[in-house]
């Protein structure tokens, strides 16, 4: 049941765009981003809700496409603080806000 | 908002021996799940807890046990430690909104050896 994944490891020059892809093979009504930074803390960027209702505080876009089972995180003309690992996190099962989490994204940007 | 402290930030225990790891979390957070991260790995979910009653619990033995307290603070207990038990080890907390995102502790890093 965790979502996968890609790619496993990006490496970018400041300025440069960016997709992270999270896939799940059950039906979803949410999926979580985070990003953690090396020794860090994880931190919440976005929550994407069934029916198109999305939840952040950071200028990064995402899509969900509920039937596809799937999201993207775009990031758009990278800066060199968006380095870090990328979390997906989808719902388990029961209504307790339990997520289960892909086995991250790790971005690099360079100067 | 005062964030989410996690105690300590790292721990070196003997394998067999118990352990009680802390986390505070932001007032009016009712929600606290811990999480254990390997290297390299995403979270894994232990189990949840709100308004102090166990509401999930993930793929780990019944010697990982946790408490919630009424003013915002949480411990996760491990006994019998296993070498395997070494990894980071995250709290979260939300408010009773579950269409809202977890604030995560910096995580106390513990190693079994």
């Known amino acids: 049941q965790q979502p996968v994944q890609s790619p496993q490891a990006v490496i970018l020059r400041e300025g440069e765009d960016a997709v992270i892809n999270c896939s799940s093979s059950?039906?979803?009504?949410?999926v979580h981003w985070y990003r953690q930074k090396h020794g860090e803390a994880p931190v919440f960027l976005m929550i994407?809700?069934?029916?198109?209702e999305q939840k952040g505080h950071e200028k990064i876009s995402a899509s969900f496409n509920e039937k596809k089972q799937q999201s993207s995180l775009y990031l758009t003309a990278s800066q060199l603080s968006y380095s870090g690992t990328y979390f997906c996190?989808?719902?388990?099962?029961?209504?307790?806000?339990?997520?289960?989490f892909g086995q991250g994204t790790t971005l690099q940007v360079k100067p | 908002e005062t964030g989410v402290t996690q105690s300590p930030t790292h721990l070196i225990k003997t394998r067999g021996q118990q352990v009680t790891l802390r986390c505070s979390s932001q007032?009016?957070?009712?929600?606290v799940s811990w999480y254990q991260q390997a290297l390299g790995q995403g979270p894994q979910f232990i189990f949840q807890?709100?308004?102090?009653?166990?509401?999930g619990r993930g793929n780990f033995p019944p010697r990982f046990s946790g408490l919630q307290f009424p003013n915002y603070s949480s411990e996760l207990n491990v006994n019998a430690l296993e070498l395997d038990d070494s990894a980071l080890y995250l709290c979260?907390?939300?408010?009773?909104?579950?269409?809202?995102?977890?604030?995560f502790g910096s995580g106390t890093r513990l190693t079994v050896v």
């Open positions: 807890y709100y308004r102090e009653e166990e509401n």
């Open positions: 996190g989808t719902p388990g099962s029961g209504n307790t806000g339990k997520l289960i």
């Open positions: 979260a907390s939300r408010t009773d909104l579950t269409n809202y995102g977890y604030t």
């Open positions: 059950k039906a979803l009504y949410s």
């Open positions: 994407l809700l069934k029916g198109g």
């Open positions: 007032s009016g957070h009712n929600t």
